[in-house]
């Protein structure tokens, strides 16, 4: 992001090959809300600092509902990193975040292991 004008035109390039693009860790560090306004952008990644003790902390809930209505209203999919817990999806789900990535689903492996699993499950 030190060079956005290069940034926006490869990401342009990226998604006329209909590669999706999301932006990691949204809410912390770069992820800046100008970014959404002129990145071509597929999916916001919720940062798992805010969803680790969703539904209990109350302003970490209230980002979440802000990054979601958020994502609905750019017409963008959401992400929620670092689900640990049944309770975190139920809220997640309830809220309308449908996709979620965590050890509740599955410990990080290699590509081998990814390869193996997805083979295995057909």
């Known amino acids: 992001m030190k060079n956005p004008e290069k940034a926006i035109s490869l990401l342009l390039e990226i998604s006329a090959l209909d590669i999706e693009i999301a932006v990691d860790d949204f809410g ?9 306004k002129c990145l071509s952008v597929d999916k916001l990644k919720i940062d798992q600092a ?9 302003e970490d809930v209230a980002i979440v509902r802000a990054i979601i209505a958020l994502s609905n209203s750019l017409r963008l999919s959401v992400i929620a990193e670092g689900v640990e817990k049944q309770q975190q999806v139920d809220f997640l789900l309830a809220e309308g975040c449908f996709q979620i990535q965590g050890f509740l689903l599955a410990k990080p492996m290699s590509s081998f292991d990814i390869e193996a699993l997805l083979r295995d499950s057909h």
Request: hydrophobic residues 30%; aromatic residues 16%.
């Open 28 to 36: 912390t560090g770069y992820s800046s809300l100008t970014y959404l």
């Open 50 to 58: 805010f969803v680790s003790d969703i539904p209990h902390d109350e």
